[in-house]
């Protein structure tokens, strides 16, 4: 994608029906850490990676908690994120409190997305520059959307997003068809595993990984470390010698940038 | 119950639409549940003041496909409200996603309307009996003109809570079957007829069940006034009663 004339307003069309604002706003997206969510009938698992900014610094929170009912991973400008989580949490309050009923996740993604829309036809707006994917039960059982800066959403059995989020597609791709089915713990298997998939060789640890759950009677809920470690512990079998690999290569894989276009990550950008 | 609201300036402009006393009025509600949902009765009587105007009022309805509305009180403001419950299951509609509003929803949202109206001192002069079945469960509940709002077994306004909820009480039972539903909702309504003189003997009893809601058509219900009391009302009595 290269500068041309008709990207400097998200109200500008170009000549071949696109709008760059739009289509730069996703390309942050693809700069943001990854985040992957998948679902059963009855479940759904959000799991991110977690990146610090350095090594003195805490890594930024990516899953947020909207309703018992309804969770939140983002990846792009987590600023952004932050702020449609909290219009997320306020929709989903103020129906409680009218109607004394969980919100429909089908409902609160489509009034997230005629929201994004908006921010892409106003001259003085610009698109959200996060993506979310919304994992929520409603009365036909649980489901997992993502929703676009572009106002654009759609459902999916399991899906990636963020850098090197085509490893983890290309992972959940293969099974996806039997998540359906699938047991809650088996479900948070194939999270971490896709997980472990984005982070390209480096040794897959609980302290790298957030994971969220939800569930018919489940309310979300963050996993912890030990139950998290315990998942990877089951098939990571992991010897001494591996740690000093992981250290060597760590360093390299934050300075190497993520993903395509720009060398360095940009601050704002998580 | 008068409702004194002070004065200013505004009023004439702003305000002159306020409900101050209620004009046409529907006398009581009574509904229960039972083994299949809910029974709901209520005569089809609209009293303006002391005279029995109207005799074709239906104070029962049905909302949506789960939810029945009865209302007791101002007439034109259950008007009101069932356009608003109008609107309400009509944007639900439009949302064609599988998910639909049940009676609880419907219940909560009447309750939130009737209270913030009661803040603004603009009442809806009305008690609201809202019933219904959704995925098997029936529900049951009750909000007043000042959002007073709960959730019962058996529910009665006006004349209904001094007169039929004793004999529900004693009456009722779960998984009541239909006819004896209809027996218990009979039994009450006649009291109310004896001794209600708003209530006229023209009554709709409605059934709602998973199925979907049923009203019946108009009857009215056999009386017997040869009672030895009322031939001789004051033989027993010394002095005016």
């Given at each position: 994608m290269f500068r041309n004339q008709y990207d400097t307003d998200v109200t500008t069309w170009s000549p071949t029906g696109r709008l760059f604002q739009v289509e730069y706003a996703m390309e942050a997206v693809k700069q943001g850490s990854a985040a992957i969510g998948l679902r059963s009938r009855s479940h759904v698992v959000l799991a991110c990676v977690n990146k610090a900014q350095s090594e003195l610094s805490s890594h930024q929170k990516k899953i947020f908690k909207v309703d018992d009912h309804i969770g939140v991973a983002i990846a792009g400008l987590t600023a952004d994120g932050r702020v449609l989580s909290r219009y997320m949490r306020s929709e989903s309050i103020n129906h409680s409190f009218t109607y004394e009923s969980p919100l429909p996740v089908g409902r609160l993604v489509v009034h997230l997305a005629d929201k994004a829309q908006v921010c892409t036809q106003r001259s003085w707006k610009r698109p959200y520059g996060v993506g979310l994917l919304v994992g929520g039960l409603d009365e036909s059982g649980a489901h997992l959307y993502y929703n676009c800066p572009s106002g654009n959403y759609f459902e999916y059995q399991a899906f990636a997003i963020g850098s090197r989020s085509q490893a983890a597609k290309t992972y959940l791709e293969r099974r996806f068809e039997s998540f359906g089915d699938s047991s809650r713990e088996d479900l948070i298997k194939d999270a971490i595993l896709a997980v472990r998939e984005t982070l390209q060789g480096e040794t897959l640890k609980s302290s790298l990984c957030t994971v969220s759950v939800l569930g018919v009677g489940e309310p979300f809920h963050f996993l912890d470390q030990e139950t998290i470690q315990k998942v990877i512990d089951t098939f990571e079998k992991v010897p001494e010698e591996e740690e000093g690999e992981a250290e060597a290569a760590a360093p390299a894989e934050q300075g190497g940038?993520?993903?395509?276009?720009?060398q360095d990550v940009a601050p704002m950008e998580m | 119950m008068t409702f004194t609201i002070p004065i200013d300036n505004g009023d004439a402009l702003k305000n002159s639409q306020r409900t101050l006393y209620p004009y046409v009025t529907g006398t009581s509600i009574v509904a229960i549940k039972y083994k299949d949902g809910v029974l709901m009765a209520s005569d089809m009587g609209g009293s303006y003041g002391s005279t029995l105007r109207y005799k074709n009022i239906e104070r029962v309805k049905a909302i949506g496909k789960h939810s029945l509305l009865g209302a007791s009180g101002e007439i034109s403001d259950f008007q009101e409200i069932l356009r608003y419950l109008d609107e309400l299951i009509l944007n639900d509609n439009m949302w064609d996603d599988g998910n639909s509003l049940g009676p609880k929803e419907v219940h909560n949202y009447l309750t939130r309307v009737m209270y913030n109206r009661r803040n603004k001192f603009n009442p809806l002069w009305n008690t609201l009996v809202l019933g219904g079945v959704k995925n098997g469960e029936s529900y049951l509940g009750m909000v007043s003109m000042i959002g007073v709002s709960f959730e019962d077994n058996h529910v009665a306004t006006g004349f209904g809570n001094h007169l039929a909820r004793p004999i529900l009480r004693d009456e009722w039972h779960a998984d009541l079957s239909f006819e004896d539903g209809v027996k218990l909702l009979e039994k009450c309504m006649r009291v109310l007829l004896y001794r209600?003189?708003?209530?006229?003997n023209k009554l709709q009893i409605a059934k709602i069940t998973e199925e979907g809601v049923t009203v019946s058509q108009p009857y009215s219900l056999k009386t017997f006034w040869e009672f030895q009391a009322f031939h001789n009302p004051t033989a027993g009595a010394q002095g005016s009663w």
């Open positions: 940038g993520s993903g395509s276009g720009d | 209600d003189r708003s209530a006229i």
